[in-house]
């Protein structure tokens, strides 16, 4: 499929084209004149700076010419929960300048809705029809001929990136650009000839700063950014667009095309991908016109820089799957080279206060799916996370100088793991989150590492996948290979006749998602039994777990942070087994592409029930409990070190509280079993009724523990019932699980009212407490996990 025909010709209206000229003729200072002294970078548009009042100025020679403007944040804020990262891309916009009077206007084109025709009267219609979006308004200063000079600095320094909005929605504070405080940035103001590149210091001024903002700033009245745009030509003709399917792996670039047939979709979908054509067609074997080239950020720290290098690499071997030769290539980014420079695909290193997500973004244009620049931002700390899971379950630390190799060997390949899932993330691949359940079968799946029980040992030998997967080799294949459409359609068969599953974020990253192969962290092709797998790597990690979990020298309250993994190591599997409650099996499928589509099928009862039990197993009082030894080991935190993120969040003061840690992991299980929309479904299957009479013969009316175990037991009570209510009193619930539910919390209320401890007592009391009122308001709310992803 061709380029769309939109934007290739713009049509301008009569009263557009008038004031284009009539302002040309009218002003009488020239450019030559008015730039008289001033610094000159000649390029895609030229750029004149007058020193003297820090001004920037933008030679308009392209009127009525659409164009690519993005807007990036090459220096950030600093913080993960803020999400304002260093090399943060903005939207792609596809857009043009245009003359009214002494002003030049940037207005955004609306690229959703078009009309692929080669009638310009159609495709004029369209541009009548719905709005565009005007995003600067630029004086005109000089002007020489069909050429205006534009005062830019205003725009450079404007909140483009929405900053002010994202502080404020995330309560971090009032601000706004405080111009005098910001500045135009040379070092990285550069233009080139297919694309000009402009930066500036920009500081946002406020008040009522959020702890976030405090946490990373040296003054939180005053935050000090960089904001960069780029002014894109768009792409060269030759790129050939390829439509869309559910199940190539692809991410969708989505248009209404008004100039389709009214019996066929008028909803168009393109695969996102880099241009990649052989030098020679014929061959089997070929370099490509143009490799795909990434460029690796200098300031990454050896060993991490090498495996950084080598997880991003194995994307070659797809690509020499399909017969390229060297078509892609990893470099270290050259020291002039700027990072935000739309020709250079990058792969940046990226520091947070705390650690956080990686992410892979695009430069895409709008109109056709080409992928013109793919940016990757990995978090630093990341790596530290996989060393601390490593020590924790494994307790390394013997000796005055241990023997770490193969924890940190874990971390490093959990690098190269990472490098390659961002870097295909901007290849245009979505996530596969069905690859670890499917044999470990895709990059693109967030894994979890693999540990095994060796002597009765815990062992890290084989912690994660070296390489792609095969369903990796098969979205390359599918995206960038020379296929037809009928070789494409065959594609697709037979990658699904070789069992390789595929479930979406849509399908899997929902609490409540109705997929029973989509899962994140996960492993194993059956969910119950990784889950009780897990459960004895964790009870021999617990058993162990001591002073040998940390080095030398560190405080003994810090065993808090390396217990936290080790404790809650069964948390994504969890989830993984609570989406057979309910679950199915279905793919996405193509009517005609197969004969007998396996369409859509409910996990069946027994497999339900045996996920049921795996999940009440992790609310046992023995699950939960602590050992006593371990217990006495954890003091408060020692002067200089405070509680954090990373730490447990108690009810006893500075003390470490384990009824609270049980409490958390508690209701994280619980949670997923009494998710609304999966009591709706069990509701629809008619097992809801056996599922709520077995949470509760398993939580609230359990027989009475004895010691430690009891005090557990009572608080897995007060979760339970606090997440009965919330589910409750949810309006996702439908009326019939709704009825359902209301029945068996009279019963448990009956029930209540006749049990003489306090505990039991205090329950009856928040029950009635409802039915008088018709109000659930609980004075207990069960405390948060500390944060599990990412790994």
């Given amino acids: 499929m061709l380029a769309p025909a939109l934007y290739t010709t713009t049509s301008v209206d009569a009263a557009s084209v008038k004031n284009s000229s009539t302002v040309s003729a009218k002003n009488t200072v020239s450019i030559q004149s008015f730039t008289q002294g001033m610094q000159h970078q000649s390029g895609y548009f030229d750029v004149y700076y007058d020193a003297n009042n820090d001004k920037l100025y933008l030679q308009v020679d392209k009127l009525s010419q659409p164009f690519i403007f993005l807007s990036s944040l090459p220096r950030g804020i600093g913080s993960n929960d803020i999400g304002l990262d260093r090399g943060q891309l903005g939207a792609t916009r596809l857009v043009q300048f245009e003359q009214f009077g002494n002003k030049v206007l940037l207005k955004q084109l609306n690229t959703y809705y078009r009309a692929d025709t080669d009638n310009p009267a159609e495709r004029l219609s369209i541009d009548e029809a719905f709005a565009s979006s005007v995003i600067a308004g630029l004086p005109v200063v000089a002007s020489t001929k069909s050429t205006v000079l534009v005062d830019y600095t205003d725009f450079l320094k404007s909140d483009i990136h929405q900053i002010s909005a994202s502080l404020a929605r995330q309560k971090q504070g009032n601000y706004k650009v405080d111009s005098n405080r910001s500045g135009v940035y040379l070092p990285r103001t550069k233009a080139f000839v297919r694309n000009t590149e402009l930066e500036a210091l920009v500081t946002y001024s406020g008040d009522n700063a959020g702890n976030f903002i405090r946490q990373v700033t040296p003054s939180s009245n005053a935050i000090s950014v960089h904001l960069h745009h780029s002014l894109i030509a768009l792409p060269e003709e030759g790129y050939q667009s390829q439509p869309f399917h559910p199940y190539s792996g692809y991410w969708k670039v989505e248009y209404m095309d008004y100039g389709t047939a009214f019996d066929a979709p008028i909803i168009k979908r393109l695969l996102p991908k880099h241009r990649l054509q052989k030098k020679d067609p014929t061959a089997t074997i070929s370099e490509a016109v143009e490799p795909i080239v990434y460029y690796l950020d200098p300031g990454v720290p050896e060993p991490v820089r090498t495996a950084l290098i080598e997880g991003a690499m194995w994307w070659n071997s797809a690509f020499e799957n399909i017969g390229y030769k060297n078509a892609f290539q990893v470099k270290v980014l050259p020291e002039d080279a700027d990072p935000m420079d739309v020709r250079y695909n990058v792969i940046q290193w990226v520091h947070r206060a705390t650690r956080g997500w990686s992410y892979g973004a695009s430069v895409t244009d709008p109109r056709t799916g080409e992928i013109i620049k793919g940016h990757v931002t990995l978090g630093s700390l990341r790596v530290r996370q996989d060393f601390l899971i490593a020590t924790g379950l494994t307790a390394p630390y013997t000796s005055d100088n241990p023997d770490v190799s193969k924890q940190k060997a874990m971390a490093l390949a959990r690098i190269r793991q990472l490098s390659a899932h961002e870097v295909g993330h901007t290849l245009g691949i979505i996530h596969n989150f069905a690859g670890s359940a499917n044999g470990l079968s895709t990059v693109m799946d967030y894994p979890h590492p693999q540990f095994d029980i060796t002597d009765g040992k815990i062992t890290v030998n084989n912690p994660y996948r070296e390489g792609l997967g095969e369903w990796d080799n098969y979205a390359i294949a599918f995206g960038y290979g020379d296929y037809s459409a009928s070789q494409l359609t065959q594609l697709v068969q037979d990658a699904k006749q070789q069992g390789l599953e595929y479930m979406a974020d849509q399908d899997a990253r929902p609490q409540g998602g109705v997929s029973a192969i989509g899962h994140l962290w996960d492993n194993g092709s059956d969910p119950v039994a990784e889950l009780n797998r897990l459960g004895e790597v964790r009870k021999i990690a617990l058993a162990n777990f001591g002073l040998n979990n940390i080095a030398n020298g560190q405080p003994l309250s810090s065993l808090e942070e390396a217990l936290v993994p080790v404790y809650l190591l069964h948390r994504y599997q969890v989830e993984a087994v609570s989406k057979l409650l309910g679950g199915a099996f279905y793919e996405y499928e193509l009517k005609g592409e197969h004969s007998s589509p396996k369409g859509f099928r409910w996990v069946n009862s027994k497999q339900q029930q045996q996920a049921l039990q795996a999940l009440l197993s992790t609310l046992e009082p023995e699950y939960l409990a602590l050992p006593d030894s371990l217990l006495a080991l954890i003091p408060p935190k020692a002067y200089g070190d405070s509680i954090g993120r ?54 609230i009316k359990q027989k009475a523990a004895k010691g430690n175990h009891l005090l557990i037991q009572q608080r897995v009570a007060h979760v339970t019932f606090y997440q009965l209510m919330q589910s409750l009193t949810n309006t996702e619930l439908a009326p019939e699980a709704k009825a359902q539910l209301q029945s068996k919390l009279t019963e448990l209320g009956r029930w209540l009212g006749k049990q003489k401890d306090a505990n039991h007592q205090q329950l009856h009391s928040q029950w009635q407490g409802y039915l008088e009122t018709g109000l659930w308001q609980s004075s207990f709310k069960p405390k948060a996990l500390p944060p599990g992803s990412p790994i």
């Fill in 646 to 699: 990373e730490s447990f969040q108690g009810r006893y003061g500075l003390a470490f509280d384990p009824l609270s840690a049980a409490e958390a992991s508690a209701n994280l299980t619980l949670q997923l079993i009494l998710q609304p929309q999966r009591l709706n479904r069990l509701s629809g299957q008619q097992q809801l009724n056996g599922v709520l009479d077995t949470v509760l013969a398993n939580t």
